[in-house]
């Protein structure tokens, strides 16, 4: 074979295993890149459903017409609240990774020192506090469904 042959055999070979290794450097990023962003969304869930199993607990709770439940009741909520603290301070920790949820989190830390002011009032006003404690948990139930987004 001539050199010419050899040339026309071997730049093909070299020039497929470059496109295929830039190929696979790339999937390879997007693969780390998705697993980290499924870790962080898997976490973020599980906080989402503490703060709504709590809700869930202080609703029920509320409800039942017994004078022992209103220190659980209490201790319940300041859970809850304390729970949804801590869903907003995990996305401002993790910003650059959940970067859709912007506005959602803007919303539920607007209605977070809405109940903080509604608490910290000398009588607390019970269908205000019931309105901000119910649109926190729809706003974390929209937040439950785009982590779940983020899992595909």
């Known amino acids: 074979m001539e050199l010419k042959d050899w040339i026309l055999l071997l730049v093909p070979i070299f020039c ?5 290794f830039i190929l696979q ?3 390879e990023k997007r693969q780390i890149t998705r697993t980290i962003k499924f870790e962080y ?6 906080k989402i459903d503490l703060a709504l199993e ?3 607990k202080a609703t029920r709770l509320s409800n039942e017409d017994n004078e022992d439940n209103d220190t659980i009741v209490k201790e319940t909520i300041q859970q809850y609240v304390n729970s949804t603290l801590d869903v907003y301070y995990y996305y401002i920790q993790n910003k650059i ?3 859709s949820f912007e506005s959602n989190m803007e919303h539920i830390a607007a209605l977070i020192m809405d109940l903080r002011k ?3 009032q000398k009588e607390i006003n019970f269908m205000e506090f019931c309105g901000i404690i119910n649109k926190i948990r729809d706003e974390l ?8 987004k983020l899992h595909f």
């Open 16 to 20: 497929n295993g470059i496109i295929i």
């Open 141 to 148: 139930m929209v937040l439950k469904k785009e982590c779940i």
């Open 54 to 56: 709590l809700h869930a």
């Open 97 to 99: 990774v959940f970067e």
């Open 118 to 120: 509604c608490i910290h």
């Open 41 to 46: 969304a898997s976490l973020l869930r599980q």
């Open 25 to 27: 450097k790339i999937f």
